[in-house]
């Protein structure tokens, strides 16, 4: 089955630098790449996808990169925010899978 | 759109007692649901897979005669967990994905129960 792995699990930066996570995986089928942000005690919410057909996304301050050949895809936030300060969990799964797997999740601290 | 409705948000119960938790798709009609549990601080773990009008799929170490879930409708699913001990004490997350359209893998969450069993 796949198996997703995040890095780094913690994660720090003053407001206004940009924010970088990373994440592996090891089903090469999988082929949709889902990130959430989860608030405390909240549900997670969809920030961005990225499916294989694509190498980058972005919208606004966030992108999403992939690379299929090292089977790896990166979060990207720029000028962060003190409310960018969440959770951040990838996840990836194959098209119509019910099979979808998380990150371990990556805990952002936006510091003003 | 797409907005995922979970109730309770918060139960405590009595060690032994059974606890049902509801989750619905408020405008869309999802075929598949899946039911997550995330321990303080950790990611989310699936549970099982529900999809409508058949039995669940559970993942493996899941027991199904636990961790009940019937999906009666398209925008309905329901967890029971069964005779509830301290160690089910967690966060249980529901999700629904959306059926047909352009997007079809997209997930997308219930707000969540938080289960104390005392």
């Known amino acids: 089955g796949e198996n997703v792995e995040q890095h780094p699990s913690t994660l720090s930066v003053q407001e206004g630098d940009s924010a970088v996570i990373k994440c592996t995986y090891s089903?090469?089928?999988?082929?949709?790449f889902p990130w959430y942000k989860q608030e405390l005690g909240k549900r997670p919410q969809l920030i961005i996808d990225i499916r294989s057909n694509v190498g980058e996304k972005k919208d606004q301050r966030i992108a999403v990169t992939l690379n299929k050949t090292a089977k790896h895809f990166s979060l990207h936030i720029t000028e962060t925010q003190p409310e960018d300060s969440a959770v951040y969990f990838c996840a990836a799964t194959t098209y119509n899978n019910n099979d979808m797997r998380f990150g371990a999740g990556t805990r952002l601290t936006v510091k003003p | 759109g797409a907005v995922v409705s979970q109730h309770p948000s918060r139960v405590i119960c009595k060690s032994g007692t059974s606890v049902k938790i509801e989750c619905r798709s408020l405008d869309f009609q999802a075929t598949t649901m899946f039911w997550y549990r995330q321990f303080p601080k950790q990611s989310l773990m699936l549970m099982a897979t529900?999809?409508?009008?058949?039995?669940?799929?559970?993942e493996q170490g899941v027991e199904k005669d636990k961790f009940l879930i019937n999906h009666a409708s398209l925008t309905l699913s329901t967890l029971t967990v069964t005779s509830a001990h301290p160690e089910d004490s967690s966060f249980y997350i529901c999700s629904a994905r959306l059926a047909g359209g352009p997007v079809v893998d997209t997930q997308y969450f219930g707000p969540g129960t938080r289960l104390t069993v005392l």
């Open positions: 529900s999809n409508e009008g058949s039995k669940a799929t559970y």
């Open positions: 089903d090469s089928a999988s082929n949709y």
